[in-house]
């Protein structure tokens, strides 16, 4: 005879919300375009905590270990491969998440994070349907958001403008909808900061100009409008060679998500309202009210 | 004689040092020749078994790891040696080790692993040096030997690639999965504590001045998970612990040396330093 465990998999809603019930989640939404390094990026969360890297926080728990594990294992050479190689994130029936629990040594509060897998095929049709923002549920119920503008595009005189318009889009359509308002914690995260012009380039005047250009008209359209605006650069996973180690930038972006986030000491939050459990229906689920923030 | 109060489990991957651990505990117990040391109570049918690993240790030789020799179990109760009543039960499900990772994988451990999980007090949980596996980024590969991996022409064939399997996962990632998973079964009971033992001491202890330094630098994760247990409530500590007290073959002389075979055991912990093999287990029985 045998006993069953629980799994390190990815959670389902329905488990997800467990947690959430039981004590106070942070949902941090790492989201953006395809392949602006959204998968990456919490890989290489995952792997910095692994490594000790972060003096910002500090490993606690998690009930998925190997849904952070796959992600990292395409990195990694035990995977034999000689590409570094993140995949896709494919759409879904439904969500999964993400957990981790991180201990602040500054004031040994705990903090559980559910990061939901969001493929960025959805921010792509939330660009050109007020339908499809206003079925992003996730953006509404997340306490954080993490917006992640591609840092290869942004280099490209080609690619810049559009990028930086579907930023600009998706923001006023989320806030035309409801889907973010005055209680949205939004960070804009320049993605592969690698690739931006260091100093001694003869690029470096005119993308610096840019995107000072970029974080000013942001800044002076919707500050007022969100709950906090942050502008964060990022390097995951730089491409040999470059001065930045992996990681960079992670620390920043998980400090920014510290401040403004709920402790384990506090009120649970359900990401469901209890008939939910009975009517889950995808995307569309019954989001229980987030409590509104003062700002 | 009272009954048996406490029950410690005793776990590790293969090759993480349990087995000289026993061979050396078996002696120590017997001999009572440590001061403060727990005594023997209670044995089962594994003498034979503790006798031939005992007698590879005296002897200095390799223990080795013939699975037909090894009990499907192992347990004996220990006893301390102030004269108190207190017993512990040592319990050893799986020498071999390879137990966990099938558990890891499948989700799912024998009824009687349960049991013992839910009644017993901590875990003595091992690690050797030289058998923890890490994670190493291809990126760490490329920037450590630049050309070695030409990313311009490299293709990222399917074929000769790895899938994601248990076998890759780092050590430490599954030493902190294992604990999730005992302290799991274990909600509705006090937190168990927790005794990290990296073995082969020796073989790394010019190198960093406590095992807890060496824990923090190899296994920072499961470092941090063991100081982040919610609320602290969950003790733990590292012992450093070298049943052999040397290289077999470049310490001969040292180790064949001493006069009784229990003063070759290292055991370090705290700032503190001894022959007590059995210390991991009665910090375990104070906790109580």
């Known amino acids: 005879m045998t006993v069953s465990l629980p799994g390190a998999e990815p959670l389902t809603i329905q488990q997800a919300n467990q947690i959430a019930r039981r004590t106070p989640v942070n949902v941090v939404a790492v989201f953006g375009p395809v392949k602006s390094g959204k998968t990456t990026l919490i890989a290489m969360i995952y792997d910095s905590l692994q490594r000790g890297d972060l003096t910002c926080c500090e490993f606690a728990g998690s009930d998925t270990l190997w849904g952070f594990e796959r992600l990292c294992h395409n990195l990694r050479i035990a995977s034999n491969r000689t590409v570094q190689d993140m995949q896709h994130t494919p759409r879904a029936d439904s969500y999964q998440f993400l957990h981790l629990r991180v201990r602040d040594p500054l004031n040994d509060r705990r903090y559980e994070f559910l990061f939901p897998d969001i493929t960025g095929e959805l921010f792509e049709e939330a660009l ?168 | 004689m009272s009954d048996v109060e406490f029950g410690v489990l005793l776990m590790g991957p293969p090759k993480s040092g349990k087995t000289t651990f026993l061979a050396a505990l078996y002696h120590v117990l017997e001999q009572a020749d440590v001061e403060g040391a727990l005594r023997l109570h209670h044995l089962g049918e594994e003498r034979s078994y503790l006798n031939r690993i005992r007698n590879h240790w005296l002897s200095c030789e390799e223990i080795g790891r013939t699975p037909e020799e090894i009990p499907p179990q192992l347990s004996m109760q220990l006893v301390s040696s102030d004269d108190s009543d207190s017993i512990v039960e040592l319990v050893v499900p799986d020498l071999l080790g390879e137990s966990y990772d099938r558990y890891l994988e499948h989700r799912e451990w024998p009824q009687e692993f349960d049991d013992f999980v839910r009644k017993m007090l901590g875990v003595l949980l091992f690690v050797h040096p030289d058998h923890v596996r890490k994670s190493t980024l291809i990126l760490e590969v490329d920037q450590t030997v630049p050309g070695l991996v030409d990313s311009d022409s490299a293709t990222d064939v399917t074929e000769g690639v790895n899938a994601w399997g248990i076998e890759h996962v780092p050590t430490q990632v599954k030493l902190v999965e294992l604990l999730r998973l005992l302290e799991h079964r274990r909600t509705d009971l006090p937190p168990i504590q927790i005794g990290l033992l990296v073995s082969a001491w020796d073989r790394v202890a010019d190198m960093w001045d406590t095992a807890d330094l060496w824990v923090e630098g190899n296994m920072p994760f499961l470092c941090q998970y063991l100081s982040a247990r919610i609320g602290g409530e969950v003790r733990h500590r590292v012992f450093g612990i070298s049943a052999q007290g040397g290289d077999l073959i470049q310490d001969r002389d040292k180790i064949t040396g001493a006069t009784n075979a229990s003063d070759r055991i290292i055991v370090s912990s705290a700032g503190q330093r001894s022959h007590d093999i059995t210390a991991p287990i009665r910090w375990i029985m104070e906790g109580m």
């Open chain 1, 128 to 295: 050109d349907s007020t339908e499809d923002t206003e079925s992003l549920s996730i953006i509404r119920r997340a306490d954080q958001i993490s917006l992640l503008a591609d840092g290869e595009k942004l280099v490209s005189p080609i690619a810049r403008q559009r990028a930086r318009a579907d930023i600009d889009t998706f923001i006023r359509s989320c806030l035309e909808v409801g889907v973010m308002d005055r209680s949205s914690i939004i960070q804009i995260v320049v993605t592969k900061s690698d690739l931006l012009p260091e100093e001694n380039d003869d690029r470096f005047a005119e993308v610096s100009e840019f995107l000072q250009n970029f974080e000013n008209d942001v800044t002076s359209k919707y500050r007022d409008r969100v709950g906090s605006l942050q502008f964060l650069r990022v390097a995951a996973l730089p491409k040999a060679p470059s001065s930045l180690g992996a990681g960079h930038g992670i620390a920043q972006l998980i400090e920014g998500w510290l401040r403004s986030t709920k402790t384990t000491d506090g009120t649970p939050d359900p990401l469901l309202r209890p008939e939910s459990d009975r009517e889950f229906d995808s995307f569309q689920w019954r989001v229980a009210t987030k409590p509104r923030q003062d700002v």
